[in-house]
């Protein structure tokens, strides 16, 4: 069992209160450990369930996901951009071993929507991490949106200079130059700039 997938069972057992809860969540490991098609179709339906908790369903999600079974996508999604960082880092890390072609566009959505921007870090990175057609415009449209807010969001400002950093494009050059202004950003500005010089882009 894989430490991500650990962390994730470590995690939701600490929120259980009730004799119930500790029951189901016996009876959904029992279902994972199994791995037989049967149980993975009974994840399925975890998912798609009327009135079942949100830990099970991120239990669920990442069992099939990481198997490669694209029923987990949808759930995935909502869970990159949770409220809570530690859902969206764990939807994060298994929606890009996935490989499921809807989830650089949906990452770029809510990357690049201005009323969730809070909860961005992890699509952005999720975004760098797939390479993706979608990665450098969704990346460099969000920064460019923040650069010029009136709230800059700074970590999910500093995740897309980052990010452009590591994708190398020089399409990102000028915008990287302009956050190179802003001193929350400049360090993270300039690594960036050094890795598009490496690649044959002027400073």
Known sequence: ??????????????????PAEFSAYEKLLALVRSDTRAARDELAEVLVAPERPLWAREIAAFALGSKGDRRAFETL??????????????AAHVLARLRDPRTAKAAAALATNPLRTAYAVYPVRLLTELRAPESVPALLATLERL?????????VARACVEGLGILGDRRAEATLVAAREH??????????????????VAP
């Open 183 to 200: 001193e929350k950003l400049r360090p993270a500005a300039i690594a960036a700039l050094a890795r598009l010089n490496r690649r044959g």
């Open 1 to 18: 069992m894989e430490e991500e997938f650990r962390a994730l069972l470590k995690r939701v057992r600490a929120e259980l209160v009730s």
């Open 77 to 90: 999604v909502l869970l990159l951009n949770y409220r809570e960082p530690v859902r969206c880092a764990t």
């Open 147 to 155: 650069l010029a807010a009136r709230d800059h969001v700074w970590p």
